[in-house]
């Protein structure tokens, strides 16, 4: 025994090799965090000092090699100078390349997923094995950082700057064979067969059958790129990521530059450039709100998965409805592997629902993703019907049949005699109460709302909406199913809009007033996109549809009557209800506030109507002038007071659920965090004092509630401020 951690040993055998051995004792998975780095410093230590040592394997005993740093160290580290995190990245640097140094030759063997400095670490070996089922990458940039650990200095020398490019600012988990044809590893085999290999490799490397000290003079030296390779490089990557990452993404820009500044050094000045620029990175708010948002999405993926570990199983479902929902839900379920009826009244809408299938499954076909095998499997997963044959062996159904609340009491009840007792049954309605729903059901209890987002097989959220007398065990079993699919499920309760579309609403009923006083359509539309939105609130509502938005408008204003219900000052008409009487409805029928014409690929394609404009124009009252700041006030202000409201009522158990939900649900800019992030970083008080402002002129919408006042007042947050810890 050379070396015994808490979380790594290091074990010299008969034959002199040493074996390195990740194991975090208490833990599903290996980090690095700074007490295993701090362990890993030792290990090296004692290696160093032993005697005979022949070579050097590192390996893991969990599934995984190792994940990446600890994310949950960084929002404290991070708060810290651009000083500190430069010395501890440069000492970090130090270990690494001990490891490189070190007198005898060094081989990863890669059993599993090895990200961040997890791959980091592999690329200080002189060699390279993988587990053909393990995944290998740098995925730094999207948390707004970059590899600090030698990951923009070794990957580049190892597979050439365009590769290297690639991988980092792309933050791509790398499949074996991708791996192997750049020459980020040596050789890709079996699981079983990883240790044979690694240690054949540094049996060949002690006999000078492999030369692992031009792999480590490789790896130490400037890259080599005459002038004109280095601008195709860099200044083609450049534009092409600044395009892909948009403006408010930094990280893969300046990865790109960190490796074309080093690309003349040798390794320790090369190193040095990327500890600053990681530490610059690391105090961006950009890079603040993504970790957060890492954070969030693991805190949502862990209740989802305590939920389903409670499930029965989830082996068959059938669906009810096989338009545009029913259709997605039945090919996502097949794609991912559960069987599932497809029910209509209509045979030509199976057959839309079947031929939606084939083209989605065709387009993985085309991708690489499936063969022509599981194709074909996943097709056959799907079962259309006109009849209600079949159904006694169903775990779980998703109505999503037209949105009327006469039909679907009536679906609902005929389905639900026709079930097992323990079976689940859910809806996918938009905007009728659960409740409502459930009261005509024998079985309440076994009701719940399974709210998709469409396109279904495109967004990643799942409302699971729990009824008043719904049981644990019909979440359970809906939450189980949403993760079958893919999907991320998000618990919440019931209650009008529920919590994604009672949040959206009060956002379009701000763009409403913003038109009624004289606000461009158009210019606010680019405003938002500015802020980070994936399309404007105009460009939204055409794609929502003029006809549901005006229906869930209703909905919403009839259940907070207070706030919601809007009375248009100029002749009582919205410019989304005007465009909705003069049967624009949006993407769906090529008109709405935008003209659609289709583009080379059919593609609808948006164009600005006069006569768009000219119909809004009759929504105008008065002639406001606003500065970028005020739209973006006046628009996110609403969306953000109802998810303080969702909270506070306890539709959504935690500001970290409501914020990926939105995220998730409606393209909510990942990089401010999501309204609740959002709030935390103008700070609540500035927040409180805008709303207030604009609560005097324009009303309730705007309000804060008594309860956001008082944490204004103390000081609170919806997150911890780490500001002040670990410090
Ligand atoms: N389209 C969206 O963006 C969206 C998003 C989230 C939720 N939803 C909800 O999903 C549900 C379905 O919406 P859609 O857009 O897919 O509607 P759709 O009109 O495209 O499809 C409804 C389908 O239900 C079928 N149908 C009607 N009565 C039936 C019955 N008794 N048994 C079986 N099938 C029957 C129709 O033939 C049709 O094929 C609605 O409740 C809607 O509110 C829609």
Redesign the pocket.
């Known amino acids: 025994m050379i070396y015994q951690g808490n979380a790594i040993t290091v074990v010299q055998r008969d034959d002199g090799i040493a074996m390195l051995t990740f194991d975090a004792q208490d833990e599903s998975v290996n980090t690095l965090s700074s007490k295993m780095i701090e362990e890993f410093e030792a290990a090296l230590a004692a290696l160093g000092e032993a005697a005979n040592v022949k070579g050097l394997v590192i390996t893991s005993a969990k599934d995984a090699f190792i994940v990446g740093a600890d994310i949950t160290e960084f929002h404290g580290m991070f708060r810290r100078d651009e000083d500190f995190l430069v010395d501890m990245n440069t000492r970090v640097h130090g270990i690494f390349n001990t490891l490189e140094d070190l007198p005898f030759p060094s081989v990863a063997a890669i059993n599993g997923l090895a990200l961040g400095g997890g791959c980091e670490i592999t690329l200080a070996c002189d060699f390279r094995v993988m587990s053909d089922s393990a995944k290998l990458g740098l995925p730094e940039t999207k948390l707004g950082i970059l590899p600090g650990w030698g990951g923009c200095v070794r990957l580049p020398r190892l597979i050439g700057a365009d590769n290297a490019i690639e991988w980092i600012s792309g933050g791509t988990e790398n499949r074996a064979d991708a791996a192997l044809k750049v020459g980020a590893v040596d050789a890709v085999v079996s699981g079983d067969a990883l240790e044979a290999a690694a240690l054949d490799i540094l049996g060949r490397a002690n006999a000078g059958e492999l030369d692992h000290q031009a792999r480590r003079s490789v790896k130490q030296s400037p890259l080599m790129l005459n002038a004109i390779e280095q601008m195709m490089v860099f200044e083609t990557a450049k534009g092409y990521v600044a395009g892909k990452a948009g403006p408010h993404y930094p990280a893969p820009i300046e990865a790109i530059k960190v490796i074309q500044k080093g690309a003349g050094e040798g390794r320790e000045r090369a190193q040095a450039i990327e500890a600053k620029a990681f530490a610059k990175l690391a105090k961006t708010d950009v890079c603040y709100h993504l970790v957060g948002l890492f954070l969030s999405d693991q805190l949502v993926k862990k209740k989802g998965k305590q939920y389903a570990n409670q499930a029965a199983a989830v082996n068959k479902t059938a669906v009810?409805?096989?338009?545009?929902?029913?259709g997605g839900i039945a090919y996502q379920s097949a794609y991912k592997g559960t069987p599932i009826l497809m029910?209509?009244?209509?045979e030509e809408?199976l057959q839309l629902g079947l031929q939606e299938a084939r083209k989605l499954l065709g387009k993985q076909l085309e991708r690489g993703r499936l063969s022509s095998d599981q194709v074909a499997e996943a097709l056959s997963n799907i079962r259309p019907t006109l009849s209600y044959g079949d159904f006694g062996d169903v775990d779980l159904v998703v109505e999503?049949?037209?949105?009327n609340p006469k039909?679907k009491e009536a679906?609902l009840a005929e389905v639900e005699g026709l079930l097992d007792d323990n079976a689940t049954l859910t809806s996918?309605?938009?905007?009728i109460s659960i409740d409502r729903l459930a009261a005509n059901l024998k079985r309440p209890e076994n009701f719940c709302g399974m709210?998709?987002?469409?396109p279904v097989h495109r967004m990643p959220l799942v409302e699971v909406i729990r009824g008043e007398k719904t049981s644990d065990a019909a979440v359970a079993a809906t939450v189980a199913y949403a993760r079958q699919m893919g999907k991320t499920p998000v618990v919440v309760n019931d209650c009008p809009g529920f919590l994604v579309n009672r949040v959206l609403f009060p956002y379009f009923g701000g763009f409403s007033l913003l038109v009624e006083q004289g606000a461009d359509f158009e210019r606010v539309d680019k405003v938002m996109e500015k802020f980070g939105w994936p399309m404007g609130p105009a460009y939204l509502l055409d794609v929502v549809g003029m006809d549901t938005a005006v229906h869930a408008q209703a909905v919403m204003a009839e259940g907070f009557p207070d706030r919601m219900a809007q009375e248009a000052k100029n002749g009582g008409k919205t410019a989304i209800q005007r465009m909705y009487d003069e049967d624009r409805l949006g993407q769906k029928n090529g008109k709405g506030f935008y003209r659609y014409e289709e583009d080379k690929k059919g593609k609808p394609k948006k164009v600005s109507d006069e006569q768009a404009h000219a119909l809004v124009e009759e929504a105008v009252d008065t002639r406001g002038e606003f500065s970028d700041d005020d739209i973006i006030a006046r628009m996110m202000v609403p969306l953000c007071m109802e998810a303080v409201r969702c909270l506070e009522d306890g539709i959504v158990a935690t500001p970290a659920e409501a914020d990926m939900a939105l995220i998730y649900g409606i393209g909510f800019p990942p990089f401010r965090g999501g309204a609740l992030h959002y709030i935390d970083a103008l700070g609540v008080e500035t927040f409180v004092a805008q709303a207030e402002t604009l609560a005097e002129e324009l009303g309730p919408l705007y309000r804060p509630t008594e309860r956001l006042r008082d944490m204004a007042a103390k000081g609170e947050r919806f997150y911890p401020d780490t500001s002040e810890s670990d410090q």
């Open positions: 009810l409805g096989a338009g545009i929902m029913g029910k209509d009244i209509k809408a999503a049949v037209v949105e039909v679906v996918n309605t938009s905007t709210h998709f987002f469409n």
